[in-house]
């Protein structure tokens, strides 16, 4: 489900025309106004419209030259660009489809008509979006999936090291899982996962705070601007939260399901994302290797 309002960036350096569309669309959308093609650029990598009314002629770059430079940048190329001109010639229409446009109207327009194609294009834009989001979901525990957790990773490890804070990365693991399935069955399984990780997502409050599935019976917590007191609070909460779900675990030898944790607090300028995974793993290894429903951390 998408969980944001689209927005529509109208560009015109006509103002009864900017007045005329705001007022139409603005039940369907956001609306955002610029009035020449730089400030229609800033908006556009800003503000990441869903989709972009642009007209040709404006004061300091032709339209054209707009989604020259929309569709070159990885910012703002995949944002729907409909044009709505007073040019009427077949090879301006022509020309605008070619760079890259969604669609072309021509002044002066019709209002039921505008609504209709732009109704349509934000169908369009909403599909799109769900179907990103669903990319990547974990279908079984609907929170992240290993796709979006590299994704996120790289994300939140560039922006700690621009601003030298620290980033919490935690493997987790389900004790004897195999043996719980062997057990209970490979339905109970997948409801165990599930609950495990509702689970660890309670304990996760901040915005930024972040927990995929990682693979099979594995998952990853993400944590950004935290210290080593505030990280082994998070994780101390995650592992007593799974330990109070009570599910029965007749081969475990702590009864119920538990999780280990390898977990580390690291400033990104020490190493890269993929070593510091991958001691995180080790560390759970480690865990693992020592009874299990425990927590190793870096020194």
């Given at each position: 489900m998408i969980n944001r309002t689209l927005r529509i960036l109208i560009v015109d350096d006509e103002k009864p025309n900017l007045m005329v569309l705001s007022s139409l669309l603005k039940s369907e959308a956001q609306i955002s106004l610029a009035t020449n093609g730089q400030?229609?650029?800033?908006?556009?990598?800003?503000?990441?419209?869903?989709?972009?009314?642009?007209?040709?002629?404006?004061?300091?770059?032709n339209g054209f030259d707009v989604i020259k430079e929309l569709k070159a940048?990885?910012?703002?190329?995949?944002?729907?660009?409909?044009?709505?001109?007073?040019l009427g010639d077949v090879s301006s229409e022509e020309k605008g489809f070619d760079l890259g446009a969604c669609d072309y109207i021509h002044k002066p327009f019709h209002l039921g008509i505008v609504k209709a194609r732009v109704?349509?294009?934000?169908?369009?834009?909403?599909?799109?979006?769900?179907?990103?989001?669903?990319?990547?979901?974990?279908?079984?525990?609907?929170?992240?999936?290993?796709?979006?957790?590299d994704q996120h990773v790289l994300a939140q490890w560039t922006a700690a090291y621009r601003k030298q804070s620290s980033i919490l990365i935690a493997m987790v693991d389900v004790d004897e899982f195999k043996l719980y399935n062997d057990e209970y069955g490979h339905d109970r399984g997948d409801n165990a996962l599930s609950l495990v990780a509702k689970a660890l997502s309670e304990q996760l409050h901040r915005s930024g705070d972040f927990v995929a599935r990682y693979g099979g019976e594995e998952f990853m917590i993400?944590?950004?601007?935290?210290n080593i007191t505030g990280a082994r609070t998070v994780i101390d909460n995650?592992?007593?939260?799974?330990r109070a779900l009570e599910l029965e675990h007749k081969s475990s030898h702590h009864s119920v399901v538990t999780i280990s944790v390898g977990a580390l607090v690291i400033e990104p300028e020490q190493q890269l994302p993929k070593a510091a995974i991958k001691q995180a793993d080790d560390l759970l290894y480690k865990a693992k290797a020592s009874g299990r429903d425990k927590v190793c951390w870096n020194d």
């Open positions: 400030s229609a650029l800033e908006k556009a990598r800003s503000l990441k419209p869903d989709l972009i009314l642009l007209d040709i002629v404006l004061p300091d770059q940048s990885k910012a703002t190329h995949a944002i729907p660009v409909m044009f709505i001109t007073g109704k349509l294009h934000l169908t369009l834009a909403r599909q799109r979006i769900m179907l990103e989001e669903l990319a990547n979901v974990d279908p079984l525990t609907a929170i992240a999936n290993r796709r979006k957790c993400v944590i950004a601007d935290t995650c592992c007593n939260a799974v």
